[in-house]
C-alpha cells in the first residue's frame, strides 16, 4: 500500500532558526495536504498543494509540491515559539479519490 | 457550528469489552473518517465512508466497525477491546475525499486505554 514517510522525526531548534520539513510518497499523489499539532490537541489543515512543481507561502511557511507530485517540503523562516507542534503532510494517491494517507510526522521544538 | 464532535474524550476499558466512539458534523460534508493516533506512527486510517450508507476500510481496520445511517454521524465500534487499541481516535470529516477542496476538519480526539 501507499507509504508517506517524512524525516526528520523530530527537530529540535532555537528560536530565529530555520526549519524544513520533508515528505515523501511511495506513489504519485493527486494533491498534498499539510497539518499542524499542537501538543495535546488535534491536526488542523494548513494547506493544500495540487499542481506539479507548485510552491505556496503563508507568512514565515513556504510549501512545495515536487515535480513527480511524489515529495513535498515545508520551510519555517525564523522560527518562533509558536511554531511548536508536529508537522503532516497528507496525500491521496492519484486516481483515488477517498482515501487520504497522513505522513508520519515532524515534530518542533522551538526553545528560546 | 459546532464542526466535528467526538464523546467520549477520554475512555478506560477493560480488555473484551465493547464500545462505540460518537462522532458528529454539522458541516453537511460527504467525506468522513476515522484515524488513529499512536507514538511515531502518525495518523492511520481505520475506515472511511463518502456518504451515507457507505462505509470502505482504511489502513487498519480489524478490530472496528462503523456504519454512516446519516449524513452527520459515524459512530465507530469496538467489537471487544485489546490492549493493542489503546490509542488517540481522531474523527475527521470533509466535502469529498481526494479531490480538491478536500480540506480535513478533525474532531477533538478521544482518548482510550485497554487494560
Known amino acids: 500500500g501507499q507509504q508517506v514517510m517524512q524525516i526528520p522525526q523530530y527537530q529540535h531548534v532555537q528560536e530565529g532558526e530555520d526549519f524544513t520539513t520533508y515528505c515523501n510518497s511511495s506513489?504519485?499523489?493527486?494533491?498534498i495536504q499539510w497539518y499542524k499539532q499542537r501538543p495535546g490537541g488535534h491536526p488542523v489543515f494548513l494547506i493544500q498543494l495540487v499542481k506539479s512543481g507548485e510552491v505556496k507561502k503563508q507568512k514565515r511557511l513556504t510549501f512545495q509540491f515536487g515535480e513527480a507530485k511524489k515529495n513535498s517540503s515545508l520551510h519555517i523562516t525564523a522560527t518562533q515559539t509558536t511554531d511548536v507542534g508536529t508537522y503532516f503532510c497528507?496525500?491521496?494517491?492519484?486516481?483515488?479519490?477517498?482515501?487520504?494517507?497522513f505522513g508520519t510526522g515532524t515534530r518542533l521544538q522551538v526553545t528560546l | 457550528n459546532a464542526g466535528v464532535t467526538q464523546t467520549p474524550k477520554f475512555q478506560v476499558l477493560k480488555t473484551g469489552q465493547s464500545m462505540t466512539l460518537q462522532c458528529a458534523q454539522d458541516m453537511n460534508h460527504e467525506y468522513m473518517s476515522w484515524y488513529r493516533q499512536d507514538p511515531g506512527m502518525g495518523l492511520r486510517l481505520i475506515h472511511y465512508?463518502?456518504?451515507?450508507?457507505?462505509?470502505d476500510q482504511g489502513e487498519v481496520p480489524n478490530g472496528y466497525n462503523v456504519s454512516r445511517s446519516t449524513t452527520e454521524d459515524f459512530p465507530l465500534r469496538l467489537l471487544s477491546a485489546a490492549p493493542s487499541q489503546t490509542s488517540v481516535y481522531f474523527c475527521?470529516?470533509?466535502?469529498?475525499?481526494?479531490?480538491?477542496?478536500?480540506?480535513?476538519?478533525f474532531g477533538p480526539g478521544t482518548r482510550l486505554t485497554v487494560l
Open positions: 497528507a496525500g491521496p494517491p492519484t486516481g483515488t479519490a477517498s482515501k487520504l494517507t
Open positions: 475527521a470529516s470533509s466535502y469529498s475525499g481526494g479531490r480538491g477542496g478536500s480540506t480535513q476538519y
Open positions: 465512508s463518502v456518504g451515507a450508507g457507505i462505509t
Open positions: 506513489t504519485t499523489l493527486s494533491n
